[in-house]
DNA sequence: AAAAAAC
């Protein structure tokens, strides 16, 4: 079976030969032949499974006939962050390269004018995430009416992160006529509703599960005695140092302790980066360039990056945290091991984690993981007693030049009790934030602290309650004079 | 116990 046989164009079959491509994945044997037809399809597949390709290759079969006009994309492409929206754009780049198919990316965290010069010229594929879409189509920049296709992609981790009102609006702004390709790696009842009301008759496909856990990825755990963030941060750079580590994803499950981890790390000379959803969108987008391009090692993470990215050949995941979700556990160490090569997970366990460890390990169908003895190394490095390790730091920490000497009071773990070792991350990273290496985006040399508070805030007052979606639902902003009318009126369906 | 996403 090869790509010739779904009923793909020459033109098509020649872009991804030269992408490098065979033989298709499961899902691309059974969804392609059917989108091709103008079916509607629903993919219950996880990533990993070649499912972008799957929507994308009959997206471009179908736009290379036509034209796009001013303000009305034609097909539509949503996902649920910014960096897998990014990621379905360069599919499109990879296998369009032989058709002349325009193409808008409309996310968050970068200019808005550009997005809206390429709306005004006409796009064929629109790739969004929902936040910015429903703000340039409520400022009258963009008509969904003449969509044709249209793509939902993780609507299962849409439906987490609270997008299903924003999924459903956007649907019913777009002519009944289109066809619909709807992913989710699971269907819970509420997905389930969105597509019995708005998927046709959809062809329903289902893969198994990439070779998650036993077949590619060896999983093994550190028991770290304290819960203390810097003993295990320092357990982290041993095991770092025992391990043969090409490059590695450090998951931790805070945003706070990603960027203190990965500051810890740049410290004691790792080529380390920090990678969340509060970091300013140009650093986010370079962080992961540089990963992709193996011009850097280390990658700390939120579970940002646990879903849908597309990193090839991560040798390592650690888990500088035990995930709260056994099924981002999955999802994390799913980063390695992909494609059939080997990959090791690692994961750094407190005895407060013992609940959180039992599910993972009831979700992976074991009885237990692996255990690495680090006894030798504990008892080298009692937590509670072992000695300022800042001098150590200092040696190896040229980089951090600034303002060192006034804050290392702040991280000495035997300043706090350890019941109050709460909030670990919480005083550390003003104490280490400041001293930001190589970075020079603005939002970088805010106080962090400051930044996180105004940010939650904000959050808390505008996020997407009931109210507030409500009132945007009505109002019609930033049109100026010219209002047409079939703008103001609700799309009946 | 969290994270993600719009100015």
Not at 40 to 62: H, W, Y
Not at 174 to 199: G, K
Not at 263 to 289: C, M, V, W, Y
Request: with cysteine; charged share 30%; glycine share 8%.
């Amino acid at each position: 079976m090869s790509f010739a046989d779904l009923g793909l164009s020459p033109k098509l079959l020649e872009a991804i030969a030269a992408a490098g491509y065979e033989t298709p994945t499961p899902i691309q044997k059974e969804a392609i032949p059917p989108a091709l037809e103008g079916k509607d399809v629903l993919g219950i597949a996880q990533t990993g499974t070649g499912k972008t390709a799957s929507f994308t290759l009959p997206m471009i079969e179908r736009l290379s006939k036509g034209r796009a006009k001013a303000r009305m994309p034609r097909s539509l492409v949503l996902a649920p962050t910014r960096e897998l929206a990014a990621q379905v754009a360069e599919n499109f780049e990879k296998y369009g390269v032989n058709h002349k198919l325009t193409m808008a990316l409309l996310i968050g965290g970068v200019s808005f004018g550009d997005q809206d010069a390429k709306l005004t010229r006409g796009v064929d594929v629109l790739i969004a995430t929902p936040g910015r879409l429903i703000d340039h189509f409520e400022r009258g920049r963009l008509l969904l009416n003449g969509i044709e296709v249209m793509v939902v992609d993780e609507a299962d981790r849409m439906l987490d992160m609270g997008f299903i009102p924003d999924i459903e609006k956007i649907f019913k702004l777009t002519p009944m006529t289109r066809q619909t390709l709807f992913f989710s790696a699971t269907m819970p009842p509420e997905i389930q509703r969105i597509t019995d009301q708005f998927l046709h008759q959809p062809v329903r496909i289902e893969v198994s599960k990439p070779a998650t856990t036993a077949d590619t990825i060896t999983q093994n755990i550190v028991r770290v005695p304290s819960k203390d963030d810097k003993q295990k941060r320092a357990v982290l750079r041993e095991l770092i140092g025992k391990e043969d580590v090409k490059n590695g994803i450090i998951f931790c499950n805070r945003k706070s302790t990603v960027d203190v981890v990965a500051k810890s790390l740049q410290k004691h000379g790792f080529n380390a980066r920090p990678i969340h959803g509060d970091l300013a969108q140009s650093f986010r987008t370079e962080t992961l360039d540089k990963f992709r391009n193996d011009d850097l090692q280390f990658l700390v993470a939120s579970d940002v990056a646990a879903r849908g990215l597309d990193i090839p050949a991560v040798s390592h995941v650690f888990n500088f945290d035990v995930p709260i979700h056994s099924d981002d556990y999955v999802h994390r160490i799913g980063r390695t091991g992909r494609a059939g090569r080997k990959g090791a997970a690692l994961m750094l366990v407190t005895p407060a984690d013992g609940k959180h460890l039992d599910s993972i390990l009831k979700t992976i169908g074991a009885k237990e993981i692996e255990e690495l003895d680090f006894s030798e190394f504990f008892e080298a490095n009692p937590a509670s007693e072992r000695p300022d390790r800042k001098g150590g730091r200092d040696d190896k920490g040229g980089k951090s030049r600034s303002r060192r000497g006034e804050r290392s009071s702040g991280d000495q773990p035997s300043r706090r009790k350890p019941k109050d070792a709460k909030e670990p991350a919480n005083d550390q990273p003003a104490v280490e934030a400041q001293v930001e290496p190589e970075q020079d985006n603005d939002n970088q040399a805010e106080p962090k602290k400051q930044r996180d508070e105004t940010r939650s805030s904000k959050r808390r007052r505008g996020g997407g309650d009931a109210r507030s979606s409500r009132r945007r639902e009505e109002a019609v902003v930033g049109l100026g004079d010219h209002v047409p009318a079939f703008l103001t009126r609700k799309v009946a369906r």
